[in-house]
T-cell receptor, first 114, second 112 residues
Framework: GAGVSQSPSNKVTEKGKDVELRCDPISGHTALYWYRQSLGQGLEFLIYFQGNSAPDKSGLPSDRFSAERTGGSVSTLTIQRTQQEDSAVYLC????????????FGSGTQLSVL | SQQGEEDPQALSIQEGENATMNCSYKTSINNLQWYRQNSGRGLVHLILIRSNEREKHSGRLRVTLDTSKKSSSLLITASRAADTASYFCATLNTSGTYKYIFGTGTRLKVLA
């Protein structure tokens, strides 16, 4: 596609439910990043992929968070047993490869946990 | 926290004035980038400066980098109402993984 696509754009869920957030990177981009942004705050790094492997997943807040990438393209971020503190905008970005430096961001998924 | 810090947190200026934002970071870096965010959603890359560079220009943007002070500044000259947005710095450190650490951001408001 023309840009990074994230779905859904908004997700409202109940505490304790599982959610899946999807990211479609720019075609041909091998590096993919997930960030979290709480209201009015900066971006918190979660994980990044080069191809299907994750060289750095040090930002995942707990074992309730996991991410995978298949076929070197689409990535899914899964949050199990959601908590209210998980409410945030989840941003995905891609780059041509991990050395190419410039990140292209999607519009994010606004997650609200009630 | 891994995050860099930016100041001011918020800045309000008149159209035509210059806007200066500062970013401080904590580790040795390979490069530093500035991004712009409108309406709390996707970010757009503005400019990149490498650790061996001291100053860079792009249109109305001027970025400086002082690695001895672990700080950078972004200057927007002749600001316009359309420059109203949040601005973030992002650093790539020398740790060996390509993890970009973002600052806390400066919210710029340009009044027409």
């Amino acid at each position: 596609g023309a840009g990074v696509s994230q779905s859904p754009s908004n997700k409202v869920t109940e505490k304790g439910k599982d959610v899946e957030l999807r990211c479609d990177p720019i075609s041909g981009h091998t590096a993919l990043y997930w960030y979290r942004q709480s209201l009015g705050q900066g971006l918190e790094f979660l994980i990044y992929f080069q191809g299907n492997s994750a060289p750095d997943k040090s930002g995942l807040p707990s074992d309730r968070f996991s991410a995978e990438r298949t076929g070197g393209s689409v990535s899914t971020l899964t949050i199990q047993r959601t908590q209210q503190e998980d409410s945030a905008v989840y941003l995905c970005a891609s780059s041509l490869n991990e050395e190419s430096e410039k990140l292209f961001f999607g519009s994010g998924t606004q997650l609200s946990v009630l | 926290s891994q995050q860099g810090e930016e100041d001011p947190q918020a800045l309000s200026i008149q159209e035509g004035e210059n806007a200066t934002m500062n970013c401080s970071y904590k580790t040795s870096i390979n490069n530093l980038q500035w991004y712009r965010q409108n309406s709390g959603r996707g970010l757009v890359h503005l400019i990149l400066i490498r650790s061996n560079e001291r100053e860079k220009h792009s249109g109305r943007l001027r970025v400086t980098l002082d690695t001895s002070k672990k700080s950078s500044s972004l200057l927007i000259t002749a600001s316009r109402a359309a420059d109203t947005a949040s601005y973030f710095c992002a650093t790539l450190n020398t740790s060996g993984t390509y993890k970009y650490i973002f600052g806390t951001g400066t919210r710029l408001k340009v009044l027409a």
